[in-house]
C-alpha cells in the first residue's frame, strides 16, 4: 500500500484500527472470563457491546469516504492483547490477576486512544467532518472506559491485590 496523500494515511489508519477492534472483540469474552472481580467482568462484557458498535461507525466511516478497509492485521493490538492473555492465564492470587487485566486492558485503551485521535486529526484536516463526528464519539467511548478501568482499581481491586500477600505472612 502506498501513502502518497493524507487519505491514504487515514484509510490506512483507520483499516488498522478496524483490525484491532475485530480483534478487541474476540478477546474481550476471554478477559471476562478470566476476571473474578464482578465489576471488571461486567465493564469487560459491555465493553464488548461498545466495541461492535465501534465496528459499525468504522464501517459507516468507510463508506462516508467512499472507500473499503485495507486487508491489515494490527500487530500492535495483536501484541497487546497476548500479554493480556498471558496475564490471563497467570497462576496466583485472584485480585492480584484482576488488577494486571485492568493494567493490560488499559494499555489496550490507551493504543486506541492514540489511534483514534490521530484519525479525528486526520479527518478534520482533510475536511471529512462526518468521519471526524463519528470518529470522536469512538474516542469519546475508548477514553470513557479507560476512566472506567481506572476507577474499577482505585475502587477495590488494587486494595485487594495489595492485601493478597498479608495473608501468607500470617501463616
Given amino acids: ?98 488488577a494486571g487485566l485492568i493494567a493490560a486492558a488499559q494499555r489496550v485503551e490507551h493504543y486506541e486512544i492514540a489511534a483514534y485521535g490521530g484519525i479525528v486529526a486526520f479527518a478534520e484536516l482533510l475536511g471529512e467532518t462526518k468521519v471526524a463526528g463519528l470518529m470522536k464519539q469512538t474516542l469519546a467511548e475508548e477514553e470513557a472506559a479507560d476512566r472506567k478501568l481506572s476507577s474499577i482499581a482505585e475502587s477495590g481491586v488494587n486494595r485487594d491485590a495489595m492485601s493478597a500477600g498479608d495473608e501468607d505472612e500470617d501463616e
Fill in 1 to 98: 500500500m502506498s501513502l502518497d496523500t493524507m487519505r491514504d494515511l487515514l484509510v490506512a489508519e483507520m483499516s488498522d484500527v478496524l483490525s484491532a477492534e475485530k480483534q478487541l472483540i474476540a478477546a474481550l469474552p476471554k478477559m471476562a472470563k478470566a476476571a473474578t472481580a464482578p465489576n471488571l467482568k461486567k465493564a469487560f462484557s459491555s465493553h464488548l457491546a461498545e466495541t461492535e458498535k465501534q465496528v459499525t461507525r468504522l464501517d459507516q466511516a468507510f463508506t462516508a469516504l467512499e472507500e473499503k478497509p485495507k486487508r491489515k492485521k494490527c500487530k500492535g493490538m495483536e501484541g497487546l492483547l497476548e500479554e493480556g492473555s498471558e496475564m490471563a492465564a497467570e497462576d496466583g492470587d485472584d485480585a492480584v490477576r484482576d
